[in-house]
């Protein structure tokens, strides 16, 4: 068969379950049984390392599985164990060193240094021209980058030379950063009918990016049924976190508090007691919410020092909610830096409410501005449009 032929075939595949999903309402569980790398196959990798350590593909392996069991427990120690071995492929004259730099621009892309990680691709690329495994990592990079046009021209070739469940889901994310929404949600739905049976990470990625461009789309309790069998199956700290946002958005505060302790819990993100400050606001405790962000505000700077890219932007809103005498000036100074790197529509959201909250209504209309050039059109920025407009 060509390979014309099994692209149509693919293609009609994704429409049929994408017309399936607009007419009816999907069977959002998850049926497979397979699952990921366990630590036993981390251990029998460093078994074969240490018996062969002359092998690029060994190394290689290991930096992958290294990788894979960071992200998927936010375990620090597992990223730098991931840098190590990928370090030790690239000392090789060997193929796997195209392995290695992907790894790197993984872990660089998951510590949201998206500038490092664009370099390793393009290291990989003169390496290996027109290589599609670099596609994938590309949309995501360029997106983190606010470089939104490129990341969907990214996600289209990938989804035309290489269409699967994976390459929609991306496409999806690409086209609802511009603001495509019809066409994202298309595109999740195709990535669910083309899953894999055998690929469980999978399938929880698509759930978790369709439950939240529907959160963020004004849809909490559908978020929340699609949500639900990733949770069955898997404690990852973001899945939690995004029930903790469904929860706060419709007031479920106790839930809302359990969700984000279970977030933090799991991989130990400062961030998480951002959130956490979030609803002890909402519900009016002022004492608590106070404890809980300057809690929060000492744990990220304390990381920053150790790690300049570690949360930036995260600390820059934590010091806007708490609001403290001069921290809205650190604040500003933590998120122009930041938008230097980056003008992904995140940052600009949090640049805009700080300017806001120091009463400079002319830079937050200019953020602003920044934001609907994208043409993202998520709840949660019309409503930063009114704030906007009101002062």
Known sequence: MSKHV?????????LVAAIFWLV??????????????KLSDLQTLRARVESDPASAMNWAELATAYFAEAQASGDQKMFELAIDAADRVLQFDSPYRKNARLVLADVASARHDFERALRYLDETEKESPNDVEVLPLRVIVLSGLGRYGEALKAAYELTEKKPSSASYRLRGIARESVGAFIEAERDYAAAIGLEEKTDLEGAIENRFHLARFYFRTGDPSRARRVLSPALKISEQAKLRGLLGEIELKEKNYDAARTAFETAQAIDKNPEWLVEQARVEKARGREERFRSLIDLAVELLKTEISAAPLAHPAALARALQLSAKSGELDLALELIKRELVKRQDVETLATAVRIALAQGDVARAKGWMAEIEKTGNRRDEFGELSRAVGAN
């Open 6 to 14: 099994v692209v149509t075939l693919t293609l009609l595949a994704a």
């Open 24 to 37: 009816s309402e999907p069977d959002y569980s998850i049926h497979h049984v397979a699952q990921d790398r």
